[in-house]
């Protein structure tokens, strides 16, 4: 079992996926909902949708780890349940990275093709883009943009519901005395 300081990795590594994966929802869903803001934070809902899976690993992996060094003979079913809760969100997240990216591709595009056809300056976020007229790919974008957009949407919400389930079973197992250990 891997250790720092004589404590087992587990409980410090589910802090990060315990951080990251809400603030990923929370950025994800104001980049979701509120255009103006897009610009400004699409780098960040870009880098926790790329480091947040992979801090779900980690404490996935630690947390196996852990388990097979409290429980050699077998896990009981509160560790399986709290395990796959586990890598539900880790498949959850990891099926959000294309559709985020992209999503963001497409708003990106959309920008760009304002820009193209005004000759002008890029409209600010939530100020209408270039009449579909001016723009060919314009209405196709927009419907794409608005599944995908639903997608991630949900996806966001089945990664908070998902963290939170992770979380709770962890600090029942840990906390609530009728769990045993």
């Known amino acids: 079992m891997t250790t720092i300081l004589d404590l087992p990795i587990h409980p410090l590594a589910v802090h990060a996926p315990v951080i990251l994966v809400p603030l990923l929802v929370l950025f994800g869903v104001l980049y979701l909902l509120v255009p103006p803001l897009r610009r400004r934070i699409g780098w960040v809902?870009?880098?926790l949708a790329l480091i947040a899976p992979a801090a779900v690993y980690g404490a996935i992996?630690?947390?196996?780890?852990l388990a097979d060094y409290l429980y050699p003979t077998?896990?009981?079913d509160v560790v399986?349940?709290?395990?796959?809760?586990?890598w539900r969100l880790l498949w959850i997240l990891v099926g959000l990275i294309p559709v985020w990216f992209l999503f963001a591709a497409l708003e990106r595009g959309r920008r760009a093709a304002a820009v193209r056809d005004s000759?002008?300056?890029?409209p600010?976020?939530?100020e209408e883009s270039a009449p579909a007229g001016e723009d060919p790919a314009a209405s196709g974008r927009r419907i794409v943009m608005i599944v995908l957009g639903v997608i991630a949407f949900a996806l966001?919400?089945?990664a908070a519901w998902m963290v939170f389930n992770s979380g709770d079973s962890g600090a029942s197992m840990v906390w609530d005395p009728k769990m045993g250990n």
């Open 74 to 76: 077998g896990w009981p």
């Open 124 to 126: 600010a976020d939530g």
């Open 45 to 47: 809902v870009g880098a």
């Open 119 to 122: 000759g002008g300056p890029a």
């Open 80 to 86: 399986n349940d709290h395990r796959d809760f586990g």
């Open 61 to 65: 992996w630690s947390g196996e780890q």
């Open 156 to 158: 966001l919400g089945l």
